[in-house]
C-alpha cells in the first residue's frame, strides 16, 4: 500500500526537462552539466531530466540550451522555456563568458550556468 504523504510529497517535486545540443564540443558538455548542477541547487527538490521533450506535464519546466557562439576564449548562451501553460517557447538573455588571458576551461562553464540562470528569470519555484 502506497504512504498517501510520499505520493503528495512525490507529485509536489517540479520535473525539469533540460534539452542540450548532442555530439558539440566540450564546451558545450561542460556547459550542459554545469546547468544541470546549478538548477539542482536552485531548487533542491526538483527532479531533472535529460532529453528533448517539448510537452512538460502539469508544474514541470522544459528548458533548452542553445549556445549562440564559441571560440577559444569566448562563449555565449541562452536559455529557452516552457511551461505547461504556456503555448510558445520564451526566449532569454545572450549571457558571455570571455576570457582574454587563458583558453576556456570546461571548469569555467559553471560561471557561465550561474549567469544563465540568473539573468533569464525562468519561473522556477520556490526552495
Excluded: N
Aim: glycine share 4%.
Amino acid at each position: 500500500m502506497t504512504d498517501p504523504a510520499l505520493a503528495q510529497s512525490q507529485r509536489l517535486r517540479p520535473v525539469f526537462e533540460l534539452s542540450c545540443p548532442d555530439g558539440d564540443s566540450a564546451m558545450q558538455q561542460a556547459l550542459c552539466g554545469a546547468l544541470q548542477l546549478a538548477l539542482q541547487q536552485a531548487v533542491p527538490h526538483a527532479v531533472i531530466r535529460m532529453g528533448d521533450s517539448v510537452a512538460p506535464v502539469a508544474g514541470s519546466l522544459a528548458i533548452r540550451l542553445l549556445p549562440e557562439r564559441e571560440t577559444r576564449h569566448a562563449m555565449a548562451a541562452r536559455l529557452s522555456w516552457k511551461t505547461d501553460q504556456a503555448a510558445d517557447w520564451v526566449m532569454g538573455p545572450d549571457v558571455a563568458l570571455d576570457s582574454a588571458d587563458v583558453a576556456l576551461r570546461p571548469h569555467m562553464m559553471e560561471q557561465l550556468a550561474q549567469g544563465l540562470l540568473k539573468v533569464s528569470k525562468l519561473p522556477l519555484p520556490a526552495v
